[in-house]
């Protein structure tokens, strides 16, 4: 599995970006799609995630402000993040869950795409 992330850039404390996760395979194939993020001098956060189910998860940090999204027809899946604080600058990673078998057959791997750079200014 391959991922491309995209979207990152410059932005104005209060403004918005879209980021995007495009899959070299079907996302409904994936287990798991999840978009984490890390700051310099920080541990890498999750930040919003969402499964091949649809269930969805965010980091309280995030909760009203940023929306996780897929587009099945397009393999990708979407951050649309709003209401940008300075505190959200960070490097933007995407990470793929694919599970297989089951029992003692059962195993999952991760699949992480290159960082997309998110700064806002204040």
């Known amino acids: 599995v391959q991922l491309q992330a995209s979207g990152g850039g410059l932005v104005q404390a209060g403004g918005s970006l879209r980021l995007s996760c495009a899959a070299s395979?079907?996302?409904?194939?994936?287990?798991?799609m999840t978009w984490y993020r890390q700051a310099p001098g920080k541990q890498r956060e999750l930040v919003a995630s969402?499964?091949?189910?649809?269930?969805?998860n965010y980091a309280d940090s995030v909760k009203g402000r940023f929306t996780i999204s897929r587009d099945a027809a397009k393999n990708t899946v979407y951050l649309q993040m709003n209401s940008l604080k300075p505190e959200d600058t960070a490097n933007y990673y995407c990470?793929?869950?694919?599970?297989?078998?089951?029992?003692?057959?059962?195993?999952?791997?991760?699949?992480w795409g290159q960082g997309t750079q998110v700064t806002v200014s204040s």
């Open positions: 395979v079907s996302i409904l194939a994936i287990n798991a």
């Open positions: 969402i499964t091949s189910g649809g269930r969805i």
């Open positions: 990470k793929a869950v694919l599970a297989s078998g089951s029992g003692t057959s059962y195993s999952a791997n991760d699949y």
